[in-house]
């Protein structure tokens, strides 16, 4: 006689995406524990006609502990957060916040004035200004329409 097999087919897609997913980076991409896992910051790149903007969420980065420098177009942001003095005393639940360094590598779409970049911190997010050289600015075109 045969048996039932309980069938759930999201969890088989689960599992063959996983595995997909697995295959082609050659590991997981969402491990079940999150130890040993890096820190990346995100970062959200806005243009306006006159400059490149970067903002980058560093919370409990000291602006001393990162360095900015701009390479062939690329925008490289390195730093470290540091972690804490913990209690000795202290048994921890649980762990979720990262520490360590990190570095983003971020290509710009245009010629920047590197002399003329700025960069503030406030809040625990960094903010980059990065001006576009004048030849980069957008032209604008009028178009002659014929009757």
Avoid: H
Avoid at 17 to 46: H, L, N
Avoid at 94 to 101: L, Q, W
Wanted: with cysteine; proline share 6%; hydrophobic share 40%.
């Amino acid at each position: 006689m045969a048996d039932i097999i309980l069938w759930r087919p999201l969890q088989e897609l689960k599992k063959e995406m996983d595995r997909i997913w697995q295959d082609f980076f050659g590991k997981e991409v969402i491990p079940e524990r999150w130890e040993g896992i890096s820190w990346v910051p995100a970062v959200d790149i806005s243009e306006t006609e006159d400059n490149v903007i970067v903002k980058v969420d560093v919370p409990g980065v000291n602006p001393e502990d990162m360095e900015i420098s701009i390479v062939d177009n690329v925008l490289l942001i390195k730093g470290e957060k540091k972690k804490e003095e913990e209690e000795k005393k202290e048994n921890f639940y649980r762990v979720e916040r990262f520490y360590g360094s990190f570095m983003r590598s971020i290509p710009i779409p245009c010629e920047v004035d590197v002399e003329k970049i700025e960069a503030t911190y406030k809040d625990g997010v960094l903010k980059i200004v990065l001006p576009k050289k004048p030849e980069e600015k957008k032209k604008v075109i009028k178009i002659n329409v014929e009757k």
